[in-house]
């Protein structure tokens, strides 16, 4: 069992959710409720990395952050190291992959929040923000957990634009799921047999979770 | 924002645009009043309500409550709906799912010192006789409770305009009656214009002091109930009714002896048998046109308590090809009475012709659950 591999994985994990996520509500919000050219192609744009291989993310990616690429150029002026195959880049890497996991259910979540409803809070008084956080955000909050754990599992699970991105630095950039295909590579059957284990059983307890906060969730609100 | 529904105009409506749909309409609303937006669906109700409570925003329009202005498209005032003093009762009510029904009371009432909330928020409660259910949620309350939940919360806003939009369309007609005179003990405890938006006539009749009628956006007429709903040339409200007369009367005097109430309107008394009702309060009755029989000369010796002296003012035929509808004058009162077309003809009813009104019965529609002579 790769120890610094499996904490590795799990950082990558909650940095790319705190990333992520806020951002993600507020445009999962925009796209659900605002009404602007060009809405379809930036719903597109949102799914694209659903759709390319991850080695074509990767490929770009690694172009983007590369020493002659714009971002690597200005995260070198910055803070003086690379951005590829670095623990930042791969934060990076993993926000871009994970943005439709973490943007689609927001955006149903508010979607599926009545309009009338909203009004109803707006005409009882509430100022936009009030009405954010004291209607909208809990009567989207299953769509907000749901997208908190898709991004969540699927960047410890993520193996192609990891790999593209970060190649397999010990400590640096290697995740649970490099660190298991190296095992294979190695014939090390056992360690990487424990590692896709543990990735497995976390992945079913994430979905476990989730299903149970949303029935409860929702049998609160049938009162 | 100012608590004060008493204080001031009234509310003062004026709208037009051809975007997304044509409306083009003025009316005014006095504390206290019930006017009734009324019309096909289609016809602009619910956009003007929403134009009210800030939801909408009319191409050109002026929207004045007491003395704040809430949109001047002109001048370029727009106070954002959340800054209006409305209360809002939505076709679906539009609780909030995830708070408790005191909750739900609590969310409109950001303006008030927190400390007065709960109070506030329970006497509420009280008012729309849901106290024992301040714990639960929307999801387990029925159809009225849930419509009564909306009421509070659209009071606990210290609304300066009540705007209530087809709030008994969700709930089954046989608790409707109910909750009709629920809204009218309420406008006699909330001094704010209301705004009812309805395309019910029985809703009208009974709870509208003033009717606004729409179609496809345009007003086509407003005034008060009794007066609109009594014009022939309107065919707005036939189909959805048999015809009769709408009248505003006060109890005069209880005969406990007789078991009889005496009632006083534009023209002149009626009798009804006796109304639990205490005396003054102002009633809303109606008379079928069914109801009402001609005589050219007075009857002597009738089991009938009303016979009013009339005079005919129109004669116009009714849906039966073998009846007519005789539009009667009597002092500053309307009735209409529908005869058989060989009865006018018998007693030579002509636009003119002095007689006399015999009434069957008399309905009172409001307040309470149409007590029927």
Known sequence: MDWTAFRLSIELGVVTLLGLVPPAIVAGRALAYGRFRGKGFVEALVALPLLLPPTVV????????????PLGQAFEAISGQGLAFSFEGLVLACIVVNIPFAVQPVQRAFESIPREVREAAAVSGMSPLRAFMAVELPLAWPGIVSALVLTFAHTLGEFGVVLMVGGSIPGETRTIAIAIYDRVQAFDDRSAGLMAATLLVLSVAALGATNTLATRIGRRHDG | MTASGSGGEGLAVTLRQQRPMPLDLAFDCAPGEVVALFGPSGSGKTTTLRAIAGLHRPEHGRIRCGSELWLDVEQGVEVPPHRRA?????????????????????????????????????????????????????????????????????LAHDPAALLLDEPFAAVDRAMRVGLYGELESLRRSVRAPIVLVTHDFDEVARLADRIVLLERGRLVVQGPVTEITNRMDLTHFGMQY????????RIEAHDVERQLTRLVFDGGVLWAPLLDAPADLRLRIRIAAREVSLARRAPEEISLHNVLSATVSTITPAADPALVLVGLQTGGARLLAQVTRDAVSRLAIAPGTPLFALIKSVAVLRPGSGLHT
């Open chain 2, 242 to 249: 048999d015809p009769g007369s709408l009248l505003d009367a």
């Open chain 2, 86 to 154: 409305v209360g809002m009762v939505f076709q679906d009510y539009a609780l909030f799912p995830h708070m408790t029904v005191l909750g739900n009371v609590l969310a409109a009432m950001g303006h008030r010192p927190r400390r007065e909330r709960e109070m506030r928020a329970r006497e509420l409660l009280a008012l729309v006789h849901l106290e024992e259910h301040a714990g639960r949620r929307p999801g387990g309350l029925s159809g009225g409770q849930r419509q009564r939940v909306a009421v509070a919360r659209a």
């Open chain 1, 58 to 69: 990767g490929f770009y990616l690694l172009v983007l952050f590369g020493r002659h690429g």
